[in-house]
C-alpha cells in the first residue's frame, strides 16, 4: 500500500520560511518524479514544483520562482519543499504527489499540511 506523509506546515509571518517533508512509503520513490502541489477552499489544486527522479531536473509555478526550492533524498525516500520569503497568498494545504514518467500525476497523494502565512 503507498502512503505519502507530510509534515512541516505550520503558521508563519510573512517573509518567513518553512520547510516541507514528504516521507514515501510503499514505493520506491527513486523510481518516480514527484511534486508539490497546493489547494486552498473553493479553488483548484494547483501546481507549485516537480522534480525528476535523479533530483537534477526541477521545475517551479510562476508564483513560487526564486523563492521555494524542491529536493529529494532517495536514500530516504522523502522530497522536500524549501519555501523561502513567504506571502500571505501562500496560505494553502500543501501535499505532495508520485507523478508518472510523463510528468502526470499517479493519484497518489499526501494528507496534506496546512501553511498559514500572516500579514
Known amino acids: 500500500q503507498v502512503q505519502l506523509v507530510e509534515s512541516g506546515g505550520g503558521l508563519v509571518q510573512a517573509g518567513g520560511s518553512l520547510r516541507l517533508s514528504c516521507v514515501v512509503n510503499?514505493?520506491?520513490?527513486?523510481?518516480?518524479?514527484m511534486a508539490w502541489f497546493r489547494q486552498v477552499p473553493g479553488k483548484e489544486r494547483e501546481f507549485v514544483t516537480r522534480?525528476?527522479?535523479?533530483?537534477?531536473?526541477?521545475e517551479y509555478a510562476d508564483s513560487v520562482k526564486g523563492r521555494f526550492t524542491i529536493s529529494r533524498d532517495n536514500a530516504k525516500n522523502t522530497v522536500y519543499l524549501q519555501m523561502n520569503s513567504l506571502k500571505p497568498e501562500d496560505t494553502a494545504v500543501y501535499y505532495c504527489?508520485?507523478?508518472?514518467?510523463?510528468?502526470?500525476?499517479?493519484?497518489?497523494w499526501g494528507q496534506g499540511t496546512q501553511v498559514t502565512v500572516s500579514s
Open positions: 522534480i525528476s527522479r535523479s533530483g537534477l531536473s526541477t
Open positions: 510503499g514505493r520506491t520513490v527513486s523510481s518516480y518524479p
Open positions: 504527489g508520485i507523478l508518472r514518467t510523463d510528468w502526470e500525476p499517479t493519484g497518489y
